[in-house]
């Protein structure tokens, strides 16, 4: 049942694999959801198949995140394969716009004590994917155990 | 406690973020650990602190792979950036040398019901990192929804 009460205001930058799936998964739902990208191309790739709404520019340039809605944003992902774009679009959305939830893709894990004392969440798909394979070993390892 | 029975051998293709995360893991532990990739300057900033074996060689190049090892290998993990790389490792780990354990990096995740016919483990690092981001976005909005 859809709560119009619940309704968000998503602004994700960076539309790669991370970015573009987030992207298509909300529009389907009843929230506002912005993608930004610098690439044209990928962005046309997109936006055949996105309800939302696309903007091409430079996330590192302020007036880009104006026109993506970043001050009436309730959440920011800021999904980009660059982890100092990603440092620049959460410390806009978090110190300048207010924005309650900002979550950073990071590539160079080692940033995150950076980003925790800024109280932005982060994501590193490839720690996460590598905590999952060894939960994996260690099963199998189980596994050869017992047997 | 370290257990010499358990001692496996853990083959890695593709040393990014994730492969040389999981390699570096892993020989920190009992376990033999070969990484292969085919960017000598790749391997040799892994190999700098990496306390296993790094090959340096094309892995769709069968010979390669048995240079690392997968004849005796207990798990092989593909993880390059290439689905199609990943998806030849693969199958040889599997159908040639019967490895019991076999995990592949997937980037188009569409390709998974493929995988699951050949019953290969897959992991897909953005689909992964999209699921918890939504996650993370649900919780904000029950957050917003008790205030």
Do not use: C, W
């Amino acid at each position: 049942m859809k709560n119009k009460k619940n309704k968000k205001n998503i602004l994700i930058v960076g539309s790669g694999k991370l970015g573009s799936h987030i992207a298509n998964d909300y529009a389907l739902n009843d929230d506002n959801v912005v993608l930004v990208d610098q690439d044209e191309n990928i962005l046309k790739i997109v936006g055949a198949k996105f309800n939302g709404q696309t903007i091409l520019g430079d996330a590192t340039d302020i007036y880009t995140l104006k026109r993506a809605g970043i001050e009436n944003a309730d959440i920011v992902v800021s999904a980009t394969n660059n982890d100092n774009i990603n440092i620049f679009v959460s410390l806009i959305a978090k110190e300048i716009y207010k924005v309650k939830n900002v979550i950073a893709r990071l590539y160079e894990h080692t940033l995150s004590i950076a980003y925790d004392k800024l109280n932005i969440a982060t994501i590193s798909p490839s720690v996460l994917s590598a905590e999952l394979i060894k939960e994996f070993i260690r099963s199998s390892k189980e596994i050869s155990e017992i047997n």
